[in-house]
């Protein structure tokens, strides 16, 4: 089996999330971690799972005015912030407007301020409807990360995103046991 893992980060919060679910995930399946700049059709259309993951901006998937915001907050050294190698450039929701790749089975992630979902938003949703949307089999559901409001991950966050990632291994490796039986 074969899983690809596209991620958007800003500030390295989801990129070390996208890292620890690959980890978990490496069990059942090869796994590639890439940054959505570098991602190609042929990546995604060749994998068995694609997992999708980004930060949660104004409610949901960032957007060229959100991640040029993200990136001003670079410049105030109260925030001590400093970009991810490759941000803001395009965003998931970019890739997947100008993309018409059909994974076969998908799981999308996000990471979020940790606040009420009513009030922050929730990116992993609204990616979850588009791959759902294209024709795409949701493996699970969408997932959820927790970054406070300083920008760090929260407490136990790397640990549960490994596990989420060896969750999604299982719900895989089963979809392929269904396929072969």
């Known amino acids: 089996m074969r899983a690809i893992v596209v991620y958007e980060s800003m500030f ?4 070390q999330i996208a ?6 995930l490496a069990d059942a399946a090869e796994v590639t971690v890439v940054n959505v700049n570098l991602v190609t059709s042929e990546d995604a259309e060749s994998a068995d799972l694609v997992l999708v ?10 957007r060229a005015s959100t991640r040029a915001e993200a990136e ?5 050294p109260d925030k001590n912030l400093s970009l991810e190698s490759g941000a803001p450039g395009r965003g998931i929701r970019e890739w997947l407007d100008d993309d018409a790749t059909v994974p076969k089975n998908f799981a999308t992630f996000a990471t979020r301020v ?8 929730n990116a992993a949703a609204q990616m979850d409807r588009e791959l759902n949307h ?7 559901g969408a997932e959820n990360f927790i970054v406070t409001k300083d920008s ?8 549960r995103a490994k596990a989420w990632g060896t969750e999604v291994g299982k719900a895989l490796s089963a979809t392929s046991s269904q396929v072969a039986g």
């Open 12 to 15: 390295g919060n989801t990129h």
């Open 19 to 24: 890292d620890a679910i690959a980890a978990g």
């Open 53 to 62: 993951g980004g930060p949660t901006h104004v409610h949901g998937m960032s």
């Open 72 to 76: 001003k907050w670079t410049h105030d």
């Open 114 to 121: 940790d606040w009420p979902i009513v009030v922050s938003g």
């Open 134 to 140: 294209r024709g795409s089999h949701r493996l699970v």
């Open 152 to 159: 760090e991950l929260g407490d136990g966050e790397l640990d």
